[in-house]
């Protein structure tokens, strides 16, 4: 059969993910089998205005993988596509388009026509996550595709709402919040993240005690926010302090008056023991204020600029300016102690990176307690959801829960689900699924909307049930029957508190069970040195770059090779040993179908006694009911099988092969059950290029390229093929593409080779049923003789490459062995001088040879290569001791580098590890020359 030198992934790429697509191979209707046990995973919905980065493709193809092996054994799979709108990131970018396109702010057009703007925008450059996500080769059921601003979406999150406000869980109240003040907006606990600042400032601020000459000092990292404080606070045990309790302190800059107040919060032995409260800009100090029923006064805007409450000398300056004013003024007026350098720690906003303000507002609240409590519980009952790696991921999960505070879930924008609240003109609220629902509520004809939008995760926290149809007024559909709760959930540890956590609550909540049994969490991409990839350093890898560069599969075994839990670096050099195992792949393929005449796929060639079994299961028999009439006629239906086991007549490579595919098969099972996807991925890589490339082809070439016709010649060929055509199907989950390109072009391969449950839909490897492994084909014998003959073998190849003998030379192997392991040598004899290229085997239980002869020892032999007449041993003493000299210069380089402390600390992880490898390498090599040094001595 004709087939291409090489193989072209961009062509297969495109070709077969159209004909899946349009075959409604992703849809679990595909499946025939009404029993079919149901397997589905949601993807974690990327935004709508992203692009695929690589943590999408690692967390993607670890999940298709698992669809791909699921659909493939049968189950009725469904892997549910989707994206979230991504409230503050659309409403920005489409804010800074409105702004070069038409020099305006949404405030200048107005919510309506603004909101109608954003979907105009999803609806022209919102599909770029989607035709990446096809590039990628996912099996997800484009029909089921889901938009987290869906109506049937959107109606669930409204009629979560309003549940969760009748039950008293969601609430409005006024509360230190954290706010962003670049994008103007609440943001939850979880959008925050910390920065070290090294280079910052603590002030010491004097300020006077009323009627005396005392005053009292507090240290601040925030001078601004004194022109809102309302007290200072004290232990009530600390001596230096207690008289001053109860007095009054004239507050500078302000012409105000605030109480000295005791407070057990105050910890006396930190900085001067005395603390401003400032009870509207810092959450500990609200806290105290409502226990010491403080004043609240905000200072700033919304913007982070100081407001007419600061004064109006301050008023309108940016918060930092009004710091150097604040600072500038105390030391005029001699109440400035002294500044301090001090290392702090800076609340940012996770997305613009701005300061975050701790800020009094009004906000939309929702207690967490009682979901919590169901979280927990479920936990603790059914150790539920079960995590992988689970150390350390269960324990921050539950140390996490078990600390819950209510969640913030109002945001200060225009796109995303407005909350369902009205307010009438005396400003009652009224909570209803819709306005003419309000209206009934409020009797009256005039409500205005809350102009708030609920937080993103709100909508993402009930993603696992609301594809499912779920939206609070249709509580069960087929779908939520069938796939629900799904199987796994795949994500990065950055959101186990974000998502995860809510979607197990919610679950729990509204549909009465866990949203899903395990979640594996994934690593991080690093670049190659270690380091977070991110814009600013301009570090970044777009997989699509590398998709075009190396292709899909090559990508995607790559991720999943790298897939132990753990972060791990980027490097081109291992993607690009995957192109390669695509094009070792590609050109074994291509000898096997060039020698294929009278060869053909036939799964009973490799295990023969199968054939009987599937004769009586398609007969609907069991085997226990056979009787004697039964057994005779299947002895007549299959003549050979009534003879002895015709395993027996398989050549030793015949069964090392089919042992080592059916115990790899088994293997691959199990770590795709454990979620072991680097396991996984190293069994299937080293049958393919060691055992089945690198050495079954080379044994039986012989055989297979035998110019005469015979049913000897043409099994061995079914053999190949068939051993071939198995282990593609392994392969399948991470190299879809090639695999599909080659299992095409195998002669005679048909529906017939499908899972049962997809007989009548046109062939396909992805239908194609998952190999299982047969633990009864495993001979372990078979593997460990074969196992001697590869040792021997490999040992000759490597004396031939260490002594400098030439190719065409042809010395004789002197092996020292026992009688029975010299039976397998001499059964073989054959394969090992032709793959070790010598003319002689000579076999005996001690060795007889020359001085200057070459040794090696493998398990239970010892070898001998005589070298008179073979090298100039002169030359060959020479270049040896020349190449020790080089090892020995390289070595003491090296570990000058690992001797250097302040090398080793600064270096990249990888780097140090890398040199260590190569100076163990050394140590090895070292150890061979010298012995070989000696053996020409």
């Not at 070069?100 to 599909?127: C, L, N, S």
């Not at 009870?279 to 226990?291: K, S, T, V």
């Not at 084909?777 to 460990?784: K, T």
Request: charged share 30%.
């Amino acid at each position: 059969m004709e087939i291409a030198k090489s193989y072209n992934p961009k062509e297969a790429e495109e070709t077969h993910y159209q004909t899946w697509e349009a075959s409604g191979c992703f849809a679990p209707e595909i499946n025939e089998n009404r029993e079919a046990e149901p397997f589905s995973i949601v993807i974690p919905p990327p935004n709508v205005t992203g692009s695929l980065h690589m943590g999408h493709a690692l967390q993607h193809t670890l999940m298709d993988v698992l669809t791909r092996r699921k659909r493939m054994q049968g189950y009725k799979t469904l892997f549910i596509v989707g994206v979230d709108h991504a409230g503050i990131s659309t409403q920005l970018m489409v804010t800074r388009q409105l702004k070069k396109d038409e020099h305006k702010t949404p405030q200048d057009i107005g919510r309506e026509a603004f909101i109608e703007k954003v979907w105009a925008w999803k609806e022209k450059y919102g599909g770029t996550i989607q035709n990446q996500i096809r590039r990628e080769g996912l099996s997800v059921d484009w029909s089921r595709e889901r938009f987290t601003m869906d109506e049937n979406l959107s109606l669930a999150v409204r009629n979560v709402f309003v549940k969760l406000y009748e039950e008293g869980w969601i609430y409005r109240g006024k509360r230190i919040v954290n706010w962003c003040p670049r994008d103007e907006t609440v943001l939850s606990d979880l959008e925050v993240k910390e920065e070290t600042k090294k280079d910052g400032k603590l002030f010491y601020l004097q300020y006077p005690v009323k009627d005396s000459d005392v005053k009292i000092t507090v240290a601040t990292t925030r001078p601004e926010t004194m022109l809102g404080d309302t007290a200072v606070a004290v232990n009530p045990d600390d001596e230096r302090y207690k008289d001053l309790i109860g007095k009054t302190i004239e507050l500078p800059l302000t012409n105000r008056e605030i109480p000295i107040v005791a407070d057990e919060y105050v910890d006396a032995e930190f900085g001067t023991g005395a603390v401003k409260i400032t009870p509207a800009h810092d959450p500990n100090d609200y806290e105290l204020g409502l226990r010491h029923d403080l004043p609240q006064i905000s200072v700033m805007n919304q913007d982070a600029t100081m407001n007419a409450d600061s004064g109006a000398e301050f008023e309108g300056l940016d918060r930092y300016k009004a710091r150097e004013k604040v600072v500038e003024r105390f030391e005029k007026l001699g109440l400035l102690e002294k500044i301090d350098d001090y290392e702090m720690v800076l609340p940012v906003c996770e997305r613009c990176k701005t300061v975050i303000e701790p800020f009094l507002s009004e906000q939309w609240f929702c207690k967490m307690d009682e979901m919590r409590d169901m979280a927990l519980d479920l936990m603790r009952r059914e150790n539920t959801p079960h995590y992988s790696p689970q150390i350390p991921h269960e324990k921050v999960y539950t140390t996490w829960l078990e600390n819950l505070k209510d969640w913030t879930i109002s945001r200060q924008l225009w796109w995303g689900h407005q909350i369902p609240a009205w307010y009438d003109e005396a400003g009652n609220v009224y909570v209803a699924r819709t306005k003419e629902e309000a209206l009934e509520q409020a009797k009256t004809v005039k409500l205005m909307q809350d102009a708030d939008v609920l937080d993103t995760w709100f909508s993402s926290a009930l993603w696992a049930f609301s594809t499912l149809g779920w939206d609070g007024e249709t509580i069960e559909t087929e779908d939520l029957k069938t796939f629900y709760p799904t199987d796994v959930l795949v994500t990065g540890r950055d959101i186990i508190f974000l998502w995860v956590s809510r979607m197990v609550m919610t679950g729990l909540k509204f549909i009465g069970e866990k949203p899903f049994k395990d979640v594996i969490i994934h690593g991080t991409v690093l670049d190659k040195n270690g380091q977070r990839m991110s814009k600013m350093k301009m570090n970044g890898i777009d997989p699509l770059d590398v998709f075009d560069k190396y292709g899909v599969d090559a990508t995607r075994i790559t991720l999943a090779g790298s897939s132990t839990g753990v972060d791990f670096a980027w490097r081109d050099e291992r993607v690009e040993s995957f192109r390669n195992f695509a094009n070792k792949i590609w050109n074994a393929t291509r000898f096997c179908l060039l020698n294929s005449e009278g060869g053909r796929v036939d799964y009973f060639s490799i295990n023969p006694q199968s054939e009987v079994s599937e004769i009586k299961r398609e007969l609907n028999v069991e085997l226990v009911e056979l009787d004697e009439e039964d057994e005779e006629f299947l002895d007549k239906v299959v003549p050979e099988f009534a003879a002895d086991n015709p395993k027996e007549n398989l050549s030793l490579a015949d069964k090392w092969i089919i042992s080592r595919l059916n115990k790899t098969a088994i293997s691959l099972n199990k770590a795709l059950d454990a979620y072991q996807f680097h396991e996984a991925v190293q069994l299937v890589y080293h049958f393919f290029w060691d055992d089945f490339c690198d050495w079954y082809i080379e044994l039986v070439k012989d055989e297979i390229t035998s110019e005469i016709i015979n049913t000897k010649r043409d099994a061995a060929r079914t053999r190949i093929l068939t051993v071939l055509e198995q282990a593609l199907r392994l392969l399948h989950p991470f190299m879809p593409f090639l695999t599909e390109e080659l299992w095409q072009k195998l002669p005679e391969v048909s529906a017939e080779l499908h899972n049962a449950a997809y007989k009548n839909t046109p062939p396909t490897i992805m239908l194609a049923d998952f190999p299982r492994g047969d633990a009864a084909m495993i001979d372990e014998r078979a593997e460990s003789e074969m196992q001697a003959v590869i040792d021997l073998i490999s040992k000759v190849r490597n004396i031939r490459a260490e002594m400098n003998i030439k190719p065409g030379d042809k010395p004789a192997i002197h092996v020292a062995a026992k009688e029975d392991l010299q039976t397998v040598f001499k059964s073989n004899e054959a394969q090992i001088l032709k793959l070790a290229r010598a003319e002689r085997l000579i076999l005996n239980e001690t060795l007889n040879v020359p001085r200057a002869s070459a040794k090696a020892v493998i398990a239970g032999a010892e070898i001998a290569v005589p070298l008179e007449g073979l090298i100039d041993f002169d030359k060959e003493i020479q270049r040896l001791e020349n190449q020790l000299s080089k090892l020995e210069t390289e070595q003491q380089r090296l570990n000058g580098q690992l001797s250097n402390a302040n090398f080793v600390e600064r270096a990249p992880t990888e780097k140090v590890q890398e040199i260590r490898a190569r100076v163990a390498e050394i140590e090895t090599q070292t150890v061979t020359l010298k012995q070989n040094l000696e053996s020409l001595s």
